[in-house]
Each structure stands twice: as structure tokens, then as C-alpha cells.
């Protein structure tokens, strides 16, 4: 889908609450949906369709959430002994006697490793599994 901008004409009466929905919309990443971006149109096209303005609050409500919760997707580093399980993965970076481990509850939970090529994913779980031998 193009971006806002190429669709359509641009808005006449662009106001700056406006402006803010589609960098809401763009920061979002939402321009695939087809439902945002028809609820977007509907205000850029009647400013004072209030039931319009209220069917886009409700499509981005969940992302706005999400957002309030956690503004930055990357967390602080932990303190030392924070996330020092018994299952150790790693540690962090700059810090040589700061570990990161598991706890055998945690085993059991979902766990995703991402990186690129060369950034340690093959050793993390090599450790995780040294670990788990270790303590049988």
C-alpha cells in the first residue's frame, strides 16, 4: 500500500491533530491495514465526523497501549545478580562477572534467540545446554 501522501490528494485542511494520526499511523507501522488507512481517509475527508474520528481511536487504542507500557522496546541493562539464574546463557556485555541465567521455571516459557550472523546465538544456546548437563 503507498504511503497516505501518494493515494489520494493531500488534505486540504491538513491540521496538526491530523498530521499527528498519520504519524501515529506511520510509527505504528499500520499502512498494510486496510481499515486504519480507511478510517484516516474518512477523517481527512470529513474533519468534523466525530464517529470517524472515534472508528480510527479505536484501531490504533491497542497500539497506543502497548505504547504507554513500554515506550522503548529495549529494557536497561539488569543489575548485577538480577538475572543470575542457575541456567547460565551469557553475560552481559562490558561486564565480565555479571552473568545471565535461567531459573528452572523460566525453562519451560517461550524463548526466541535472534541476531545476526556471528553475534553469539549458537553459544548462548551451547551454554544453556552445558548449564542444564551440569546441574543433572
Known amino acids: 500500500m503507498k504511503p497516505f501522501g501518494q493515494q489520494r490528494h493531500a488534505p486540504e485542511n491538513i491540521d496538526a491533530g491530523f498530521m499527528k494520526l498519520v504519524d501515529e499511523v506511520d510509527d505504528y507501522g499500520l499502512w498494510d491495514d486496510e481499515d486504519v488507512v480507511d478510517a484516516l481517509w474518512a477523517v481527512s475527508d470529513h474533519p468534523e465526523d ?72 549458537t553459544m548462548t544456546i551451547v551454554n544453556l545446554l552445558v548449564s542444564i548437563l551440569e546441574a543433572q
Do not use: C, H, M, W
Open 50 to 121: 466525530l464517529t470517524a474520528r472515534r472508528i480510527l481511536d479505536d484501531l490504533l487504542a491497542p497500539y497506543r497501549e502497548l505504547q504507554e507500557i513500554s515506550p522503548n522496546p529495549f529494557l536497561p541493562l539488569p543489575r548485577r545478580g538480577e538475572v543470575d539464574g542457575p541456567f547460565r546463557i551469557g553475560k552481559i556485555a562490558g561486564q565480565e562477572d555479571n552473568y545471565i541465567g535461567l531459573t528452572e521455571a523460566e525453562l519451560n516459557l517461550n524463548v526466541g534467540i535472534f541476531g545476526q550472523i556471528g553475534y553469539g546465538k
